[in-house]
Antibody, heavy 118, light 109 residues
Framework: EMQLVESGGVVVQPGESLRLSCAAS????????MHWVRQGPGTGLEWVSY????????DYGDSVKGRFTISRDNDKKSIYLQLNNLRVVDTALYYC???????????WGQGTLVTVSS | FVLTQPASVSGSLGQSITISCAGT?????????VSWYQQHPGKAPKLIIY???KRPSGISNRFSGSKSGNTAALTISGLQAEDEADYYC??????????FGGGTRLTVL
């Protein structure tokens, strides 16, 4: 069974940094691209970032480009999201999501909560 | 949100409802790559439709997807109480990006 477990979400102040982690199991991790998707309090889903199977290609949503960095370690079957210069609007549940290889998401973690507040 | 969904829909037990997902020629209209996700309160989203019309294994055939022009749609027939949830459409937009709709809250009366 595919499983994704996120960690690292905490309460931080505006301008601070944070690193989220996602540990994968139950599938051949280094065969698949991965994404981060977030969901603000009481709001909808927002695609945040993508990383290819080998980490050579990445992309970001316009609202986080230049502040967030995605990376992966295939030996550890993990992906990461470095969040810099955090803003109150970045407050959200951050989901680690597996790409099926055919442009849809076929497995989601349970999310890790990031709260940005002064 | 780039894709437009109604904020809420409702239907009675046993009835059918349809949720629309309006995009543009740059996303929904260009690709047969719309997926739909169901999210119950406090839970992670779950894939229910992919590539516009296909159902993953284990998803009831009461769920069906379609597309016309720049608008995709999710139809749920024979509404059941457990269908009450939030529903999100998502489209591939080229390169490696994705866009979601704003989500639709389904209430089963």
């Amino acid at each position: 069974e595919m499983q994704l477990v996120e960690s690292g979400g905490v309460v931080v102040q505006p301008g601070e940094s944070l690193r989220l982690s996602c540990a994968a199991s139950g599938f051949t991790f280094n065969d698949y691209a991965m994404h981060w998707v977030r969901q603000g309090p009481g709001t909808g889903l927002e695609w945040v970032s993508y990383i290819s199977w080998d980490g050579s290609s990445t992309d970001y949503g316009d609202s986080v480009k230049g502040r967030f960095t995605i990376s992966r370690d295939n030996d550890k079957k993990s992906i990461y999201l470095q969040l810099n210069n955090l803003r109150v609007v970045d407050t959200a549940l951050y989901y680690c999501v597996k790409d099926s290889g055919y442009n849809y998401f076929d497995s989601w973690g349970q999310g890790t909560l990031v709260t940005v507040s002064s | 949100f780039v894709l437009t969904q109604p904020a809420s829909v409702s239907g009675s037990l046993g009835q059918s409802i349809t949720i629309s997902c309006a995009g543009t020629s740059g996303d929904v209209g260009s690709y047969n790559l719309v997926s739909w996700y169901q999210q119950h309160p406090g839970k992670a989203p779950k894939l229910i439709i992919y590539e516009g019309t296909k159902r993953p294994s284990g998803i009831s055939n009461r769920f069906s997807g379609s597309k016309s022009g720049n608008t995709a749609a999710l139809t749920i027939s024979g509404l059941q109480a457990e269908d009450e949830a939030d529903y999100y459409c998502c489209s591939y937009v080229g390169s490696r990006r994705r866009v979601f709709g704003g989500g639709t809250r389904l209430t089963v009366l």
